[in-house]
């Protein structure tokens, strides 16, 4: 088992990262601890939204892979969440907020768990010191204790065993071409070239330009990466003091491209070339992927509606209650007032009695004493009914706002898994363009030769012109394959290095470095033999 951690930002691009089902086989998301959302993407809002009010930390995340080895018995789910609290633990996360996903890709299971590292009661960030020693820590003590056998290497410092760079990933990604494959390709034009135009030369048939960047001199391939050419020679005898002296004996400003003009030339030659996509297979992919979208799609729209038909039954229901409440106020307020008129009528003034209250205004009196507890009963009515709209009225907004929140979050995980789609669409596109471009290399459409258009250097400090020949190239990529006379070819080589042999014998010897003296002397043998051996097919 090999964990990899790191602190982060940006928590709404690894949500969708590790909500991405195109580069995995099989997803399951466990759930949220410390947060309101139930997904990724709400969650990791709410802890940005803490980083940002209560502190300054940029990177608010912790990142941890958990990565078993394929080759022994796979973890069930209470050894995995064992790791984790011991992680937790020891890096001093413990009841902090945590997400947790499984992926399954190429029959490998790993688990994501990421940690909001702020401490919202103090107010702070999580300060996380020594982080890969206490991992190592975790994973020995693991180990020992569930009988797992640690890989080889895994005491080496963390610089021995670098990972790739992003850039780096980007490019195997795109490319189809891993980090160790492009530093064999230089390295072997390198050590295989005895001179300045055959190391151009070289760089060519891998499909290489030599240019100049911001470092003295970076290599540019068909599909338009830029690296450093020092950190492309596996060599450890070889310095970017000797590339730089081997280099500039016979180059000067100007004669190489820039790195712009070499993206142009090789995104000029890359259409020429063109993309092969095996067509049937990526209509396939194309269709499974949608199909797997229109899954995730339909289960939202079956909440949409679930939850619009639940928001409509809410205020269905919320308005029947009102109103049956209204009504039963309003009954009451009816029944007093026939129960008061009752009891008025019975108690009503009859013959002599009614006859004095007339003549002495009794009878004006009493009425005007119902009248003004007529109206009293009324304004209490009134109040009543006022203050039972008020709270109605109050009910209807909180329910108006919670489904405005219902809403907004749907649609907020509808955006999600917008970005979720587009990440897979993107990353479907690059592994169908990869899965090509490695066709083509592999088949007969390889990579083309890169030819420069401008001024580069030949042997003997010269100006020259190469000749565009990616028609050639191309040729070379059709069915038929033109044969070309070997022997004329070694011939012309075998004539420059004579030429070299000649000057320098006049003007003195050279002055290169010792890793240069050394590849010169290998080279000629394996030239020699491989001459030899194509003269015997011929």
């Not at 010269?462 to 000749?467: F, R």
Request: proline share 3%.
């Amino acid at each position: 088992m090999i964990p990899f951690a790191s602190q982060r930002g940006v928590g709404q691009d690894l949500a969708t990262h590790l909500l991405n089902v195109h580069d995995n086989e099989e997803l399951e998301f466990v759930g949220v601890r410390g947060a309101i959302a139930r997904d990724l993407h709400g969650a990791f809002a709410e802890w940005e939204a803490q980083a940002h009010a209560l502190t300054k930390c940029r990177n608010y995340l912790y990142s941890m892979s958990v990565n078993p080895d394929p080759n022994q018995d796979p973890l069930n789910r209470a050894q995995y969440m064992d790791y984790i609290t011991r992680a937790e633990e020891k890096l001093g996360l413990s009841d902090q907020p945590r997400a947790v996903v499984f992926h399954r890709k190429h029959g490998r299971e790993h688990c994501h768990v990421v940690w909001s590292r702020i401490d919202a009661e103090k107010g702070k960030a999580i300060h996380i010191a020594f982080d890969h020693q206490k991992l190592m820590m975790v994973t020995k003590e693991f180990a020992r204790e569930h009988n797992l056998i640690l890989p080889e290497g895994y005491e080496k410092k963390p610089q021995e065993s670098r990972q790739l760079s992003l850039y780096e990933k980007v490019q195997q990604d795109e490319t189809g071409i891993t980090q160790a494959q492009r530093i064999s390709d230089i390295t072997s034009a390198w050590q295989g070239s005895d001179s300045v135009n055959a190391f151009l030369r070289a760089l060519d048939d891998r499909g290489y330009i030599l240019a100049r960047g911001k470092r003295p001199y970076v290599v540019v391939d068909i599909y338009g990466h830029v690296n450093a050419l020092s950190k492309l020679i596996d060599d450890r005898q070889v310095r970017t003091k000797h590339i730089r002296e081997f280099l500039n004996k016979e180059i000067t400003d100007g004669m190489l491209p820039t790195v712009e003009e070499a993206k142009e030339m090789a995104a000029r030659q890359l259409k020429e070339f063109g993309d092969h996509q095996r067509a049937e297979d990526a209509y396939l992919r194309r269709k499974e992927l949608e199909r797997k979208q229109s899954r995730r799609r339909e289960r939202l729209d079956g909440l949409k509606q679930s939850l619009e038909h639940r928001q409509r039954r809410e205020r269905a229901v919320l308005s029947e209650r009102h109103l049956a409440e209204r009504r039963t106020i309003r009954q009451a307020y009816r029944a007093e007032i026939k129960r008061v008129r009752q009891e008025r009528y019975q108690r009503r003034p009859r013959g002599l009695a009614d006859f004095l209250g007339k003549v002495t205004g009794i009878n004006v009196v009493r009425q005007k004493l119902h009248d003004h507890q007529d109206r009293k009963r009324r304004r209490q009515f009134a109040q009543v009914m006022q203050i039972k709209r008020e709270a109605h009225r109050d009910e209807q907004v909180r329910l108006t706002q919670r489904h405005g929140l219902q809403t907004l979050d749907l649609d907020r995980q509808f955006r999600a898994l917008a970005q979720v789609q587009a990440r897979e669409r993107k990353t479907m596109e690059i592994a169908i363009r990869k899965d090509g471009r490695i066709d083509r290399r592999a088949g007969k459409a390889r990579v083309p030769e890169v030819y420069y258009e401008g001024p580069v250097p030949v042997v003997g400090g010269e100006h020259g012109t190469l000749e565009k020949s990616f028609d050639r190239a191309l040729a070379r990529l059709g069915p038929k394959t033109p044969e070309f006379d070997l022997k004329e070819e070694f011939g012309r080589a075998a004539g420059s290095e004579r030429e070299q042999t000649e000057r320098e014998s006049e003007e003195g010897p050279s002055k290169e470095s010792p890793g240069r003296t050394r590849l010169r002397r290998q080279r000629a043998p394996r030239r020699r033999g491989k001459s030899k051996d194509l003269d015997k097919e011929r």
